[in-house]
Protein backbone atom coordinates (compact mmCIF):
# COMPACT_ATOMS: atom_id res chain seq x y z
CA UNK A 1 0.00 0.00 0.00
CA UNK A 2 1.41 2.92 -1.07
CA UNK A 3 0.33 6.81 -0.14
CA UNK A 4 0.18 9.66 -2.84
CA UNK A 5 -0.13 13.18 -2.09
CA UNK A 6 -0.20 15.91 -4.53
CA UNK A 7 1.36 19.46 -3.37
CA UNK A 8 0.20 22.37 -5.95
CA UNK A 9 2.28 25.09 -4.37
CA UNK A 10 1.48 27.51 -7.03
CA UNK A 11 -2.67 27.20 -6.41
CA UNK A 12 -1.91 27.81 -3.10
CA UNK A 13 0.17 31.11 -3.59
CA UNK A 14 -3.00 32.28 -6.19
CA UNK A 15 -5.47 31.17 -3.35
CA UNK A 16 -3.59 33.74 -0.62
CA UNK A 17 -2.96 36.01 -3.07
CA UNK A 18 -6.91 36.24 -3.97
CA UNK A 19 -8.00 36.25 -0.24
CA UNK A 20 -5.33 38.75 0.83
CA UNK A 21 -6.68 41.44 -1.95
CA UNK A 22 -10.49 39.91 -0.80
CA UNK A 23 -9.58 40.88 2.35
CA UNK A 24 -7.65 44.21 2.07
CA UNK A 25 -11.12 45.42 0.36
CA UNK A 26 -14.26 43.15 2.08
CA UNK A 27 -13.29 42.44 5.35
CA UNK A 28 -13.31 45.98 7.05
CA UNK A 29 -17.22 46.09 5.29
CA UNK A 30 -18.33 42.69 6.84
CA UNK A 31 -16.91 43.60 10.33
CA UNK A 32 -18.61 46.36 10.09
CA UNK A 33 -22.14 44.50 9.13
CA UNK A 34 -21.07 42.03 11.83
CA UNK A 35 -20.88 44.46 14.83
CA UNK A 36 -23.57 46.82 13.57
CA UNK A 37 -26.10 43.84 13.48
CA UNK A 38 -24.86 42.89 17.06
CA UNK A 39 -25.33 45.67 18.15
CA UNK A 40 -28.90 46.12 16.92
CA UNK A 41 -29.78 42.76 18.74
Avoid: K, N, W, Y
Wanted: aromatic share 10%.
Amino acid sequence: MSLAVRVDVAEAEREAQAFQSFGLTRFPRAVQFALTGVVID
